[in-house]
């Protein structure tokens, strides 16, 4: 470690007030107006906008799906990233290269393709009326199934590489040990594997909640104006009523939920000693 | 090193917007037929003018928004927008009210477009048609009502209320319940009931016009400038004649308060006004002339809304109407209608 | 047994996470008319087709422009930072990280919302400027984070040697860190031009017109179109992203760095 923290301060110090000043500064101002009236600094932006039905029910969707798909990004994770465990490093290396590719891609193509997939001249609906589980094709997009498989695809990635790299720290012989003295693989996911990568599932939780509740491309276009998130909402409310109190209220309710989903998440990996 | 780059970064940026600033017009219009309107207006008008065209997109309502957002310093010179979120715009003093002068061909344009919402702050240079597109070998439709009966349900798409097109179908549907005026309170509470069976509220007539073509819908209500998609789509489609008839609507230009480019402004209206163009466009079957001077063959007559009689015969709500009632309808709509 | 269901699984989730692209890629590489999966027959017409479209050019222009300086700019910024905050005490050190971190806790739309009415509105930038200077703070949390990893797996006693050794502080960096961290620093390039690339929801708010990045302009291309050009669209951005980071993986096993 070098002494000089003057030098120190000096290499540090661009970047931090580039920070600050282009990005801090006005979205702090722009969160601020959340919190101001006529008369100065009042919640009354937030009790207006909670006290509209429809603010109500796109707050809960979008809860609701930021647990679903967090949940199941952790459920289908664990699975995969305890399969790849399994597999000789060569191969490991591969599949992680193909689990990390969707990342690199536009979120706009990835989106579109569940278009054409789950569209009522989709794939999907081609094998099931083609199964003759329905006469015609159901519809799929423009609903909450919709979204919630979009935003899975978007995100499961994120969870898989948190987990991996957490599960890569137990050492090898341990689950091999569990099964030898006994446990069945519940007790082994449960008692084993769970909290020595509990670090793994908060970072990739918290990855995979806020992502999903700040997603913009993949709800509106698999839900349309029918099945509103908060982050098209309030695109919605400043393109078309320049509302920025409206806006300004949203963006602190999700920066609010993401810290509290991380911090509840962090809380519950402590606690489960 | 970084200065270096950064320096770099600004003369670029710099230079890119002189660059832009030598005799620029920047427009704001409606997505639709910008392809044939490159070949009709835009193309022809640089040739004229010597000029640039810069051309910004979307719909009405963003767009106004927009131009509500950039008032301190005016983004855009000129735009095509509806009366109605025209008016707003008037309303808050964010307009500049058009020198007839400099527009020769203002005589031209059939009454109702030459002064539509007052103080000469925009003219009218299209009109359309509203009505119900509808797949032909699906299903028939007679009425407005038909958008809420069990054979469209689960099929069907209505307009977003923020959009152009919503207010219109209010009123149809409420005329087809047999009540006149502007209080929807009744007609907004059905669709809320039948929220369900609608696929989704379409914002753009462009998303209706993929909705339809991707068949995640078989019927909905659009206005006529949008009718060329699906002519030319390989699925079969028509123009309803509802018994309550249609509704319609005047699309209007204004020009932005303090621009400093009103000279072109004036001068690309002007021609986008002129009979020559108004022809083009309409025998290109984009938008339907307001210069009454335009004369067009049967067949492309019938692709547009064309004619005194029909202008005439159209339902319109009055932009003030729309402007006073408005917000009434949003808080109802998001209360009942979006679930 | 137990990797045959791991195999199971694995394909499973494969072909959730990629599966969409495939068909994407064969969707736009249809010879008909609509888009659809599985397409009806095979041809390259709508690939080529999006290279004609003028704007698309444009927009492709300023995206490689924006993702290349912007995360340049990010890792002039970031390597010093991320060199200071490990190699030295710093006071503040915790506040200088979060501040360097958060655009990524923040949402793409309050950003981009932000910047519009806070930065661009009052300063009167231009749109560019604008977008260049949103995308570098944008890339910044990555820049010194992977570059910070790296820095972590090298041990500061060989720059000590160097100084011991005769070398200026300067020459220590150079001959010494910079090597070293090599990886790490194009990881963090690669991570910073893909992110810019890609981004939308700020690049969406401060786009004009006439200033488009190239994920707005396929948004809006999108909307009026309905054609296998769009997956064709989708497909190449595609390709040209793996292609980036397929070329970083093999300059240097990039998957070490993330």
């Keep these: ?273 | 090193m970084k200065n270096l780059i950064s320096l770099s970064a600004m003369c670029c940026a710099l230079a890119t917007s002189a660059f832009a600033q030598e005799k620029t017009l920047t427009i704001s219009t409606y997505s639709f037929a910008q392809d044939a309107y490159k070949a009709a207006l835009y193309d022809p008008f640089e040739a004229i003018c010597d000029c640039n065209l810069v051309i910004e997109t979307g719909n009405s309502v963003e767009r106004m928004s927009k131009i509500e957002a950039n008032a301190a310093d005016p983004v855009i010179d000129m735009a095509v927008i509806s009366s109605q979120d025209a008016l707003a715009l008037s309303r808050k003093d964010l307009l500049s009210p058009l020198d007839l002068a400099q527009l020769s061909n203002h005589s031209k344009l059939y009454p109702a477009a030459q002064d539509p919402i007052g103080g000469n702050m925009a003219v009218g240079y299209t009109f359309y048609a509203s009505s119900i597109v509808y797949r032909t070998d699906l299903v028939e439709i007679n009425s407005w009502a038909d958008l809420l009966d069990d054979k469209l349900a689960g099929n069907v798409s209505l307009p977003n209320i923020t959009g152009t097109q919503g207010p219109l179908t209010l009123m149809m549907l409420n005329k087809a319940a047999g009540n006149e005026g502007t209080d929807f309170t009744s007609v907004i509470s059905d669709i809320g009931t039948h929220a369900d069976d609608i696929v989704t509220f379409y914002s753009r007539s462009s998303e209706l016009a993929q909705l339809m073509n991707q068949e995640e819908v078989i019927a909905a209500p659009v206005g006529r400038f949008a009718w060329s998609r699906f002519k030319s789509s390989p699925l079969p489609f028509a123009w309803a004649e509802p018994k309550e008839g249609q509704a319609g609507g005047m699309n209007v230009m204004i020009m932005t308060k303090g621009n400093g480019n009103e000279e072109l402004a004036h001068m690309f209206m002007n021609y986008w006004l002129s009979t020559e163009v108004q022809t083009r466009v309409a025998e290109a079957l984009i938008d339907s002339p307001a210069n009454s001077e335009v004369v067009v063959s049967d067949e492309v007559a019938d692709n547009l809304t064309y004619g005194a009689d029909l202008i005439n015969s159209l339902s319109i709500l009055s932009p003030a109407d729309i402007i006073v009632n408005r917000e009434a309808w949003v808080e109802q709509w998001n209360t009942e209608v979006i679930r | 047994m137990k990797d045959l269901t791991s195999w199971a699984i694995i394909s499973v989730t494969l072909t959730f996470l990629i599966g969409p692209f495939i068909i994407i890629i064969f969707a736009g590489a249809s010879a008909g008319e609509a888009l659809a999966f599985p397409p009806d027959g095979l041809s390259l017409k709508w690939y080529l087709k999006v290279f004609t479209i003028e704007s698309f050019r444009q927009s492709f222009i300023l995206s490689m422009g924006l993702a290349i300086f912007g995360t340049l700019a990010a890792l002039l910024l970031g390597v010093p930072a991320a060199y200071a905050l490990n190699r030295y005490d710093l006071p503040g050190a915790e506040t200088i990280r979060t501040i360097v971190a958060s655009p990524i806790i923040v949402p793409g739309i309050i950003v981009g919302l932000a910047l519009l009415r806070y930065l661009v509105i009052p300063t009167g930038f231009t749109v560019t400027l604008a977008l260049f200077l949103a995308h570098t703070a944008l890339v910044l949390p990555y820049a010194v984070r992977v570059v910070s990893s790296s820095l972590n797996n090298l041990r500061s006693d060989m720059e000590e040697a160097a100084v011991l050794l005769g070398c200026t502080r300067l020459q220590a960096f150079t001959k010494v860190v910079l090597p070293n961290i090599q990886g790490g620093v194009l990881a963090a390039f690669i991570l910073g031009f893909v992110t810019s690339f890609n981004q939308v929801p700020v690049s969406l708010f401060l786009s004009g017109p006439g200033v488009k990045t190239l994920p707005i302009d396929m948004l809006a291309y999108m909307e009026i179109t309905y054609d296998p050009s769009v997956a064709a669209l989708s497909a190449l951005l595609a390709f040209m992203s793996l292609a980036i980071v397929f070329v970083a993986e093999r300059l240097l096993g990039f998957s070490r760095y993330v």
């Design chain 1, 1 to 273: 470690m070098f002494s000089s923290t003057r030098e120190g301060l000096a290499l540090a110090l661009p970047a931090a007030i580039f920070a600050l000043l282009l990005f801090i500064l006005p979205v702090g101002i722009l969160l601020s107006e959340a919190f101001q009236s006529d008369d100065g600094w009042t919640l009354k932006g937030y009790i207006d906008f909670f006290s509209k039905p429809l603010n109500q029910k796109v707050f809960l969707r979008t809860l609701k799906l930021g647990v679903l798909v967090a949940g199941t990004a952790a459920i289908i994770g664990y699975a995969a990233a305890f399969s790849i465990t399994n597999l000789s490093p060569k191969a490991r290396g591969r599949v992680f290269g193909l689990v990390i590719l969707p990342l690199m891609i536009s979120p706009v193509a990835r989106t579109y393709a569940w278009i054409v997939i789950l569209g009522r001249t989709g794939i999907v609906n081609d094998t099931i009326v083609g199964l003759g589980l329905s006469d015609t094709p159901i519809r799929l997009l423009f609903t909450e199934t919709a979204v919630f498989l979009g935003l899975l695809q978007l995100f499961m990635p994120l969870m898989i590489i948190s987990l991996l790299s957490a599960m890569e720290n137990i050492p090898r012989d341990v689950i091999p040990a569990a099964r030898v003295l006994g446990a069945n693989w519940f007790q082994v996911f449960f008692k084993v594997i769970l909290p020595l990568t509990k670090e793994g599932l908060v970072v990739g939780g918290t990855l995979v909640f806020t992502g999903a509740l700040t997603a913009y491309i993949t709800p509106a276009i698999l839900g349309g104006s029918k099945v509103l998130m908060l982050e098209t909402l309030l695109y919605q409310r400043v393109n078309v009523a320049n509302d920025f109190v409206s806006a300004s209220v949203i963006a602190m309710i999700l920066i609010v939920m993401s810290f509290t989903a991380n911090l509840l998440l962090k809380r519950i990996a402590t606690a489960r000693k």
